[in-house]
């Protein structure tokens, strides 16, 4: 089996990548490879069967090979609420690559894909008298604003979009290998020949495609330094995912959606706020057998609750020795793990400020209901650092000027919520790793974008980088 193309992962890095390849030369030969399910088969048992642990290696649950949620055809961001944000304020490091004004326009052109396969064409407007005066309320307590347009997919219809976009990629000759993992890249006289996969299969390509989301950044990284790539080590962020009412939140999510604010803490850290879900659920997903916190939001207002979640993130960076963020973060997570007996510890915001664990009857005399049935009530300060959950309550504080109501007690935490990025491999400009020609990393797992958005335009870089070669 040969190809001219093989990516590996299935995410917007590798669908965006091989919708512009076979857009622009249909004759290409391209192979997708990830090791999660089509979209139509990526079906949690968690959600869909209601059970407490995550039957990560239960057979026929739908767990195996990989988390339905995380991996598949998609991506991590199939089932997020499927937020896109045109804008080159956040979302990634490829402007450290590329001019604003190009990174713009690779977001555009994904955004352009979205709305030919049935993406909303509301976009919200940041620049209003009344984001002003949001932005003016959190200027005074020392939160930025970070302004985007936002085009908010909601999760079902995220799923119908992705599922267009595969069914096209199949009619314009894109080949697919779906719950088969990479296990190593074939490279000779410093150049990629192809890919092996954990089966043993030798398939053999002019040019590979690495897209393997965070999920798999550890497994880059260790299979890329085997072949003497270089790294910058990245940080990772940990942090709570947060519930409140809709009410406390109405006026940001009326005018902003996602309210995107950066805080510098008391402790030297840097706090953002993350994946806004109006009207959303509290969920869980499974990175690599550790249970974290996420959330999402349907388009459909009819599928909606009366919460709104958002996760409150604390970037850690670390200098040498310590070379391993994500293993850290992972730790962190784990102890939540088995605190919670496999599941998420939820905590009122309350007895947290009071230094006391949230019990099942405190939680029901809240005022907030939780939507994530399946959190157990607990104590965060167990299982975070300190300077971590230092940070957290500081953000919340300052956050309360801006949203009046988010500091008292009944706000609901959950946790953990932790962000991986890969350490970032040595890349020229167009994503071409350095030292092995003909092989590109890209996205979230490359350490190189955090988001739909950058994700999908990294993958557009690299496939324009692909199709001059044979210009």
Known sequence: MEYDVIIVGAGPTGYMCAYRLLEQNKNLKVLLVDKGKDIKSRICPLLSHKLLTCPKTVKGTGCL???????????????????????????????????????????????????KFGATKVLTDPYTDEVRKIEQTAIGVGLMLLRAKVRHLGTEENVKILSKIKDSLSEMGADFIFEKALSDIIVEDSKVQGVVLEDGREIKAR??????????????EKMLRRHKVGFRNNQVDIGVRVETSNIVMQDINKYLYE?????????????????????????????????????????????????????????????????????????????????????????????????????????????????????????????LPYKTLASIIDMIEALDHVTPGIANEHTLL?????????????????????GISNLYCGGDGAGITRGLAQAGASGVLIADSILSKGE
Not at 207 to 220: A, D, K, P
Request: hydrophobic share 35%.
């Open 207 to 220: 040019e590979v495609v690495l897209g393997l989301g965070r999920e798999g950044s550890t497994f880059l």
């Open 259 to 383: 309210g995107k604010f950066v805080f510098n803490s008391h402790s030297g850290t840097q706090v953002r706020t993350f994946c806004s879900n109006p009207s959303g659920h509290v969920v869980v997903e499974n990175d690599d057998g550790v249970i974290l916190a996420n959330g999402h939001s349907y388009n459909d207002p009819k599928l909606g609750s009366e919460n709104t979640n958002f996760a409150l993130l604390v970037s850690h960076k670390f200098s040498e020795p310590f070379t391993d963020p994500n293993q850290f973060a992972k730790d962190v997570a784990s102890l939540a793990n088995r605190l919670s007996c496999g599941s998420v510890i939820v905590q009122k915001y309350g007895d947290l400020k009071r230094g006391r664990r949230s019990t099942p009857k405190r939680i029901e005399q809240g005022f907030v209901r939780p939507t994530l049935k399946e959190a157990v009530p607990g104590d965060l300060g167990l299982c």
């Open 65 to 115: 090979p990989s988390c339905s949620i995380t991996t598949g055809f998609g991506g991590a961001g199939a089932f997020s609420d499927g937020k896109f944000n045109i804008t080159s304020q956040f979302g990634g490091w490829l402007s450290d690559y590329i001019s604003e004004e190009q990174l713009l326009s690779l977001i555009k052109y994904c955004d352009d894909v979205n709305l």
């Open 414 to 434: 959950y946790g953990v919520e932790a962000k991986f990025y890969s350490a970032r491999p040595d890349t020229d400009m167009n994503l071409e790793v350095k």
